[in-house]
């Protein structure tokens, strides 16, 4: 990981920032963001990652529902032999 203290004038070479030159930099951070994810880390550790707004929405576009899904699954219509427990329910009162 590149520390990216570097003189003001000199870009860094890769995707990642410390934290504290990240917020002294939050605009280049923003504007290296649009062609690709930016690793922010924090004691040396990756902390968070900046990604532009466009990458967010096709990360986080719902892909259909949960109905869909279910009855996608290649499990559908495979003959499993589940036994279901006839137990007593667990909040029953005396």
């Known amino acids: 990981m590149a ?11 890769d ?3 410390t934290l504290a ?3 002294a ?16 880390t924090r004691h040396g550790k ?4 900046i990604v532009s ?12 529902t949960l109905a869909e899904f279910l009855l996608a699954s290649p499990l559908r219509g495979a003959d499993l032999a589940l036994d279901r427990t006839h137990d007593a329910p667990r909040d029953e009162t005396p």
Do not use: C, F, Y
């Open 53 to 64: 707004a466009e990458e967010w929405a096709r990360k986080t576009a719902r892909k259909g």
């Open 3 to 13: 520390d990216h203290n570097t003189a003001p004038d000199t870009l860094p070479a």
């Open 46 to 49: 990756p902390n968070a990652v």
């Open 21 to 23: 030159n990240a917020k």
């Open 15 to 17: 995707d990642t920032w």
């Open 25 to 40: 930099r939050l605009s280049e951070v923003i504007d290296r963001a649009q062609t690709g994810p930016q690793i922010i």
